[in-house]
């Protein structure tokens, strides 16, 4: 058995309990969420030594080794401490809409997290932490909410490296396998070796960061400069997500910190099967959002 504490920075405001949830909900740290999107994370990296048209039966069976499922206990478990002084407020969810608002956790506030793992090192749990926190946990975390931080000193292709080493354990497995039609989404590549993802970041512009985040303006900047630009453009306004029909977002927006207290603004994409366009109508979707995203909010 392995122990690791971490100290947890709510960096965006945080609404747990999901779309639905209840006020009270919303004022305290579930650690279910933030294990869902711990699986959710593995499923990023795990989803790269898959055959996505028939073994996503080999998946569930190998994410119930760590997770748990009807046949056997989860293999970590997580507890959390110091939460009870957490300061919650109201905040708009979309900045044009003055009515939409929810309780949220604020950021620059901690709280305790101790990670307990049986089996693996804990070392790819952490990494799944990273990036479940750099996802977004909750309500909105497409949309800039909900990211935390345990690690200052990010590196995403190291988390990716330490997850993908327990992968090819699982799945007796070095070779990743290449697919132009992943079904969920994955870091893979296409057969042409093109990526179905795109990770980027930047530094924020100093305009965004006085003593600390200006998340409201961050978040009204992203709306009006980036996502109602990108809308406008029909054959791209699908990558976005939309409420009727419901369709989820192909496009993450977060916020994360540097050791050096600066703040970077994080475009995370994904390509997977869908009705709605084809790989490339995503692609150039895709690279006209970091261009909108770039003239926005990128500084030195």
């Known amino acids: 058995m392995k122990e690791k504490n971490?100290?947890?920075?709510?960096?965006?405001?945080?609404i747990m309990g999901g779309a639905d949830s209840k006020e009270i909900d919303s004022m305290r740290i579930r650690l279910s969420e933030i294990k869902s999107m711990m699986r959710y994370a593995f499923?990023?990296?795990?989803?790269?030594?898959?055959?996505?048209?028939?073994?996503?039966?080999?998946?569930?069976?190998?994410e119930g080794k760590i997770f748990g499922d009807t046949s056997c206990k989860s293999d970590f478990k997580m507890l959390v401490e110091n939460t009870e002084n957490l300061k919650i407020n109201w905040i708009k969810l979309l900045p044009h809409k003055s009515s939409f608002s929810k309780q949220a956790i604020l950021p620059n506030q901690t709280f305790d997290l101790t990670l307990i793992s049986n089996s693996y090192p804990i070392e790819f749990y952490e990494s799944l932490l990273n990036l479940a926190f750099l996802f977004g946990v909750g309500n909105r975390r497409n949309r800039l909410n909900g990211n935390l931080q345990i690690?200052?000193?990010?590196?995403?292709a190291e988390d990716i490296k330490r997850i993908s080493d327990v992968c090819k354990d699982l799945f007796k497995t070095n070779q990743e396998i290449k697919t132009d039609e992943p079904l969920y989404p994955t870091f893979t590549f296409r057969k042409d070796d093109q990526k179905n993802y795109l990770v980027y970041s930047m530094p924020l512009k100093k305009d965004f960061v006085e003593k600390n985040l200006n998340f409201e303006n961050?978040?009204?900047?992203?709306?009006?400069?980036?996502?109602?630009?990108?809308?406008?453009?029909?054959?791209?306004?699908?990558?976005?997500?939309?409420?009727?029909?419901?369709?989820?977002?192909?496009?993450n927006f977060s916020i994360?910190?540097?050791?050096?207290?600066?703040?970077?603004?994080?475009?995370?994409?994904?390509?997977?099967?869908?009705?709605?366009?084809?790989?490339?109508?995503?692609?150039?979707?895709?690279?006209?959002?970091?261009?909108?995203?770039?003239?926005?909010?990128?500084?030195?």
């Not at 971490?6 to 945080?14: L, R």
């Open 6 to 14: 971490f100290k947890v920075e709510v960096i965006t405001p945080t």
């Open 43 to 62: 499923r990023t990296v795990a989803g790269k030594y898959i055959n996505h048209n028939n073994d996503m039966k080999k998946l569930l069976e190998v």
């Open 151 to 156: 690690n200052y000193n990010l590196s995403i």
């Open 218 to 251: 961050i978040l009204k900047s992203l709306y009006e400069k980036v996502i109602h630009e990108i809308e406008k453009k029909g054959e791209f306004s699908k990558i976005l997500g939309s409420s009727n029909p419901r369709q989820a977002s192909f496009v």
């Open 256 to 300: 994360q910190k540097t050791k050096e207290n600066f703040y970077k603004l994080y475009l995370i994409a994904f390509y997977y099967k869908n009705r709605n366009f084809d790989y490339s109508t995503w692609k150039g979707a895709v690279d006209k959002i970091k261009e909108q995203a770039e003239e926005t909010f990128k500084g030195s």
